[in-house]
């Protein structure tokens, strides 16, 4: 496939050309209006020829639009791009084909994959970008707006893959808490798959992401569960904390004195109290009487 590079197509400032049509019609019309007066109807040889330049001259006048391009096509053979907005007049002969240069948005339908532990789930993204080379995106892929839309869901479908929904392990990247580092990663792989239509994405960001409906409440249940036994492992460690620093304020100030049996009895009533759900109603043991 041969490679379009892009070039700046000449043109000529479009006032400055509308001045030379505008001597050129006066002309014209003098040319005519001496022939007819002076009974000379061979001045249609020249008054004809003209007029048909005129008129072709006007179909070499543009206008382009901050933010836009005209891509110039003359017989099959590109020529080159005019991207200075402002009025020009170009070759008149040749096809002239608009490509914004404006930033524009791509949201994805939210589609069904599965992460990397094959669970399914549903996911969307916004893809934010905007074409720097014209002459590529219309001549090295049929119709790029459709590329750009297709190659996007095909990257995230990619990188759903290749990343857990969520992750327990600190050190893994998952799809909820790593968004930051996914988002950077899906607009590498969006923009290696977009590099050969002159296309540059600004920005990829994920949009929607849930679990698939039939999996969803047994994901949550599984989401609540481990978050229990997260904040169990908190509270017990706490709990065992406590018990050692009273433990030994115990020893250090000589306030009682405990053998292991009474120890143990005491660690487990401190335990108890602090790791139970429900409040620990108080005994006081006021002694004995015997």
């Not at 639009?65 to 009025?87: A, C, E, H, I, M």
């Not at 590329?147 to 969520?166: C, H, K």
Request: include cysteine.
């Amino acid at each position: 496939m041969e490679a379009i590079t892009e070039k700046l197509a000449k043109k000529m400032n479009g006032f400055v050309a509308l001045v030379f049509v505008i001597i050129a019609i006066f002309v014209d019309v003098t040319i005519l209006i001496r022939g007819v007066m002076n009974n000379r109807p061979e001045v249609l040889w020249i008054f004809v020829p003209i007029t048909l330049l005129i008129f072709l001259s006007f179909s070499g006048f543009l206008v382009v639009q901050p933010n836009d391009s005209r891509v110039l096509v003359l017989f099959g053979k590109y020529l080159g791009t005019v991207r200075v907005s402002g009025f020009w007049w170009v070759n008149p002969f040749t096809t002239k084909k608009l490509v914004s240069l404006r930033i524009r948005n791509f949201q994805s339908e939210t589609i069904k994959v599965n992460d990397l532990h094959g669970n399914p789930i549903q996911i969307a993204a916004v893809v934010v970008w905007r074409v720097v080379d014209p002459a590529r995106a219309l001549f090295d892929v049929q119709n790029y707006e459709g590329f750009v839309a297709i190659q996007s869901e095909t990257a995230i479908r990619g990188l759903a893959t290749e990343y857990a929904y969520d992750s327990s392990e600190h050190d893994k990247f998952s799809l909820v808490g790593n968004q930051a580092e996914i988002a950077e990663a899906m607009k590498k792989q969006v923009q290696t798959r977009l590099e050969v239509c002159g296309v540059e994405i600004l920005e990829s960001r994920i949009s929607h992401l849930s679990y698939a409906p039939e999996i969803a409440q047994a994901m949550l249940r599984r989401q609540q569960a481990q978050a229990v036994v997260a904040a169990r492992t908190k509270i017990v460690e706490g709990a065992v904390g406590m018990v050692e620093m009273a433990l030994k304020a115990l020893s250090e100030h000589n306030i009682v004195s405990l053998d292991n049996e009474k120890k143990a009895t005491m660690v487990n009533n401190l335990l108890v109290a602090l790791v139970s759900e429900v409040s620990a109603q108080p005994v006081i043991n006021a002694g004995s009487l015997y």
